[in-house]
């Protein structure tokens, strides 16, 4: 499988690199207009850019029905907002990156993708007040950040869900790290939490993301480790 952890203490970063899918014909999208000034982000090939995006903020797009219906599911008016603010923004980089309709459609294991735009990868992750978006061109991936919040039992979450072999995280703040590594590497395989506990498949660069708050940890991973990975805050002009 080609696993190649850099340090017995960081085990899942430094994985060595594994093949991309086919390369389309398109070179770059135009990125999300991130100011009244509609200040431009662009996405090329081989850059992998993920979005810091703040979920105190109100929702800049209307909700579709089916997030609608998914929201009112919620039981607290916070999280119905944090997930209605995510998936706006999820929509709103989205399209921004493509002229066609942004509809999406699930993979076995739920990963979100679109059928009409098989060339933009990403993937979204939230906890508290913090989303995060990945995207990319034609190269899978994933992202997780994680709250930093007391957690006893951690030891034996660990040892439960991380692969064999990996050393036992010493701290709760160590084993979010860990946690979000590795999660990263499964959203981005596309599996989630059906993939814990197990050998991990495939080769796969993971990088730690600063989300912008010493409170969270987050990390993001990618099938190749050659992409350059660029941070942005979304709706920066809002806070
Ligand atoms: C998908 C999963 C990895 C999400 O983990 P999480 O820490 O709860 O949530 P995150 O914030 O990191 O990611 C959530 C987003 O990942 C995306 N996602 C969903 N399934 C995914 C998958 N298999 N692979 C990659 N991304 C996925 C979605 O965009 C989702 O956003 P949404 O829930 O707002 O629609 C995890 O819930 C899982 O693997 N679940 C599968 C098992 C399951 O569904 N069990 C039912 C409840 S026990």
């Given amino acids: 499988m080609g696993r190649t952890p850099s340090s017995a203490a960081d085990p899942l970063v430094g994985l060595s690199i594994g093949t991309g899918n086919p390369l389309s014909e398109q070179k770059a999208v135009r990125g ?23 979920l105190r903020e109100q929702p800049r797009l209307e909700p579709t029905a089916g997030e609608s219906a998914r929201a009112a599911r919620f039981v607290t008016a916070p999280l119905r907002r944090r997930y209605l603010r995510s998936h706006s923004a999820l929509r709103d980089i989205l399209g921004s990156l493509t002229s066609s309709r942004v509809d999406f459609a699930l ?3 739920g990963k979100p993708y679109l059928p009409g735009v098989p060339a933009l990868r990403f993937n979204l992750a939230h906890s508290g007040e913090m989303a ?3 995207v990319a061109l034609d190269v899978e991936v994933g992202v997780d950040v994680e709250h930093l919040r007391p957690l006893p039992g951690f030891a034996a979450v660990a040892d439960r869900f991380f692969p064999p072999g990996y050393p036992p995280p010493r701290s709760a703040r160590q084993f979010f790290q860990y946690w979000t590594r ?58």
Avoid at 32 to 54: A, F, M, S
Avoid at 184 to 208: H, S, T
Avoid at 226 to 239: F, K, P, R, T, W
């Fill in 132 to 134: 995060l978006v990945a």
């Fill in 107 to 109: 993979h076995e294991h």
């Fill in 32 to 54: 999300v207009p991130r100011g009244p000034g509609g200040q431009g982000v662009t996405l090329k090939r081989g850059e992998l850019h993920v979005w810091r995006v703040r």
């Fill in 182 to 239: 590795l999660e990263a590497i499964l959203k981005a395989q596309g599996v989630g939490l059906y993939g814990a506990g197990a050998v991990i498949e495939g080769d796969w660069m993971v990088r730690e993301i600063d989300a912008g708050s010493r409170n969270y940890v987050a990390a993001v991973a990618t099938s190749d480790q050659s992409l350059e990975v660029q941070i942005h805050d979304y709706g920066a002009e809002e806070e």
